[in-house]
C-alpha cells in the first residue's frame, strides 16, 4: 500500500503540473483571443471614425452643390419675378403716359377757354368759335380716357409662389 500511496503523491503532483500547464496554455490562448477582441474593436472604432468623416464630407459637398444650385435658382426665380414685374408695369406706364397727356391737354384747354372768354362776344368771336370747336373734339377723346382708370384698377398682377411643399421636396 505505501507502493500505491507513494505513486498517487507523484501522480497527483504529475497531474497537477498537466493541469498548470493547460491552464497557463489556456490562458495564452485567452490573452491572443483578447488581443484580437482589441484589436477587431481599434479596427472598428477606426472604421467607424473613418466613415464618419467620409460621411462628414460628403455631406458638406452635398450642402455646398444643394446651395449653389439653390442659388441658381433664386437668382432665375428673381430675374422670372423682374419680368414679369416689367411686363404688367408696361401697360401702366403706357395708360400714365396717356392720362398724363390727357390732364396736360385738359390744361391747355382750360387756359385757352380762360383767355376766349376773356375777350367777350364780338371782336373775339373767332377765338371762342376755335376754343369751342377743340374743346368739342377734346370731348370726343374724353370717351377714350373714360376706360383708362378700369384698365389700371383691373389690371391683375401675377405672384409666384416659392415656397414647395415637403412632398414635392422630398422631405
Same mark, same amino acid.
Given at each position: 500500500?505505501?507502493?500505491?500511496?507513494?505513486?498517487?503523491? &507523484?501522480? #497527483?503532483?504529475?497531474?497537477? =503540473?498537466?493541469?498548470? *500547464?493547460? !491552464?497557463?496554455?489556456? /490562458?495564452?490562448? @485567452?490573452?491572443?483571443?483578447? &488581443?484580437? #477582441?482589441?484589436?477587431?474593436? =481599434?479596427?472598428?472604432? *477606426?472604421? !467607424?471614425?473613418?466613415? /464618419?468623416?467620409? @460621411?462628414?464630407?460628403?455631406?458638406?459637398? #452635398?450642402?455646398?452643390?444643394?446651395?449653389?444650385?439653390?442659388?441658381?435658382?433664386?437668382?432665375?426665380?428673381?430675374?422670372?419675378?423682374?419680368?414679369?414685374?416689367?411686363?404688367?408695369?408696361?401697360?401702366?406706364?403706357?395708360?400714365?403716359?396717356?392720362?398724363?397727356?390727357?390732364?396736360?391737354?385738359?390744361?391747355?384747354?382750360?387756359?385757352?377757354?380762360?383767355?376766349?372768354?376773356?375777350?367777350?362776344?364780338?371782336?373775339?368771336?373767332?377765338?371762342?368759335?376755335?376754343?369751342?370747336?377743340?374743346?368739342?373734339?377734346?370731348?370726343?377723346?374724353?370717351?377714350?380716357?373714360?376706360?383708362?382708370?378700369?384698365?389700371?384698377?383691373?389690371?391683375?398682377?401675377?405672384?409666384?409662389?416659392?415656397?414647395?411643399?415637403?412632398?414635392?421636396?422630398?422631405?
Amino acid at each position: 500500500m505505501r507502493g500505491a500511496m507513494e505513486l498517487e503523491p &507523484e501522480l #497527483l503532483l504529475q497531474e497537477a =503540473r498537466e493541469n498548470v *500547464e493547460a !491552464a497557463q496554455s489556456y /490562458r495564452r490562448e @485567452l490573452g491572443h483571443r483578447l &488581443e484580437g #477582441l482589441r484589436e477587431a474593436r =481599434r479596427q472598428i472604432k *477606426e472604421s !467607424a471614425s473613418q466613415t /464618419r468623416d467620409v @460621411l462628414k464630407q460628403h455631406f458638406n459637398d #452635398l450642402k455646398g452643390t444643394l446651395g449653389k444650385l439653390l442659388d441658381e435658382r433664386l437668382v432665375t426665380l428673381l430675374q422670372e419675378v423682374d419680368t414679369i414685374e416689367q411686363e404688367t408695369i408696361k401697360p401702366l406706364d403706357d395708360c400714365q403716359k396717356l392720362i398724363e397727356h390727357g390732364v396736360n391737354t385738359a390744361e391747355d384747354l382750360v387756359r385757352e377757354g380762360e383767355i376766349a372768354m376773356r375777350g367777350g362776344v364780338g371782336e373775339e368771336n373767332e377765338k371762342l368759335w376755335s376754343f369751342t370747336k377743340k374743346a368739342s373734339h377734346i370731348q370726343l377723346d374724353r370717351w377714350s380716357f373714360a376706360m383708362l382708370p378700369r384698365l389700371a384698377s383691373n389690371s391683375w398682377v401675377q405672384v409666384l409662389h416659392p415656397l414647395w411643399p415637403p412632398k414635392v421636396l422630398g422631405l
